[in-house]
């Protein structure tokens, strides 16, 4: 899987997950913001990740994460 | 008492089925209510039990299972006190729990925990005390007590340590990260993992047919896999107690307490 396969992946996940319109999402959105969620529901979102790709990404390696494309590197690494 | 219903927890008992529903706000902090009526709980259990095969812990609110200690609360009690008084009323309070989590640990009902969402520090632990772990696929578990100096305190590790293999225990504990369901089974810790909100569903489907069972035989099958490992449990107290005076203690629960976020010591 490409990277901005993996992207276009979370974006979409993200905005079923939360209940937000695809196309309100950017690769570069500060997810945090985007989504207003908080790091209780980032671990929502984290989950559902790992789940989504089948992959365990400890949430240290999220330390300073809050952009959807920085994440997607961090979940590639891992597939 | 079939049925409770308090500030921060209630309890119904139903067809030889306790159910201990969880609703504090935000997510199942376990301060001084919670405790209290946890005493109350595990009280009315020995005379609930004669009448029941099982037991289901779980909570009803969607942030999660238990996001572990209020540490706010813990902080401000601490504040409060001098040293010396702060570290008595600390040990007092992490054994009134400890006395109420070994009382589910031992109890001879079949016990269940229907976990969903955070299941943090002392929620994982609680966790821990059942016989049998349901989680929900979204379900997360974690020991962050080290982000803030800390050890757990709730008689998890010993549990855990009973439960799996050290390696893995050392791993949690150590790097303080969580994990999910789906890991949780992988390890042998949860025994089902079950579709997002279907955890309540399947305890109750489980308990259900714990109840074939002759009771008598069942209790004591517990009784001869699930030893309580009582003397490591009273280390773990004199291990936090001896933690709790270190000045990374007070630094790691002051950021906690000034930050806004709802679990600020996690990314």
């Known amino acids: 899987m490409t990277t901005d396969k993996t992207l ?35 671990l929502d979102l984290l989950t559902k990740l790992e789940n989504h790709f089948r992959i365990e990404l400890p949430d240290y390696e999220l330390q300073g994460v809050s952009d959807f494309r920085t994440l997607a590197s961090r979940i590639q690494s891992r597939l | 008492m079939d049925q409770f219903k308090g500030e921060t927890l209630s309890w119904k008992a ?53 996001a572990g200690a209020d540490l706010r609360e813990l902080y401000r009690r601490s504040q409060e006190m001098a040293q010396a008084d702060a570290l008595k009323g600390v040990r007092h309070h992490v054994e009134r729990i400890h006395a109420v989590m070994n009382a589910i640990d031992a109890s001879p009902l079949t016990t269940i925990a229907a976990v969903h969402g955070v299941t943090f520090g002392g929620g994982f632990e609680l966790a821990l005390t059942c016989d049998l772990i349901i989680a929900d696929k979204m379900a997360r578990f974690c020991f962050p007590e080290l982000r803030l100096g800390l050890v757990p305190s709730f008689g998890g590790i010993p549990r855990l340590k009973r439960d799996l293999g050290n390696a893995v225990v050392r791993d949690l504990l150590l790097t303080g990260r969580s994990f999910n369901a789906t890991k949780a089974q992988q390890i042998g810790l949860a025994s089902q993992v079950v579709g997002e909100g279907e955890a309540l569903k399947a305890a109750r489907a489980t308990a259900a047919q714990l109840g074939k ?55």
Do not use: W
């Open chain 2, 213 to 267: 069972f002759d009771r008598t035989t069942a209790a004591a099958a517990k009784q001869f896999i699930k030893p309580i490992p009582y003397e490591e449990l009273k280390s773990e107290i004199d291990l936090f107690c001896e933690l709790f005076t270190h000045p990374a203690v007070e630094a790691g629960l002051r950021r906690f307490v000034e930050s806004t976020d709802a679990l600020p010591y996690l990314p």
């Open chain 2, 14 to 66: 139903k067809d030889g089925v306790i159910e201990l529903a969880l609703h504090r706000e935000p997510c199942n902090e376990i301060g001084s209510a919670t405790i209290v009526e946890l005493e109350k709980f595990v009280a009315e259990l020995a005379s609930m039990e004669a009448e029941a095969h099982a037991l289901i812990i779980y909570s009803e609110l969607k942030s999660g299972f238990c």
């Open chain 1, 8 to 42: 276009d992946e979370i974006l979409t996940l993200a905005a079923a997950h939360f209940k937000v319109p695809r196309q309100k999402l950017a690769p570069d959105d500060d997810f945090f913001k985007t989504l207003g969620i908080d790091s209780l529901q980032a």
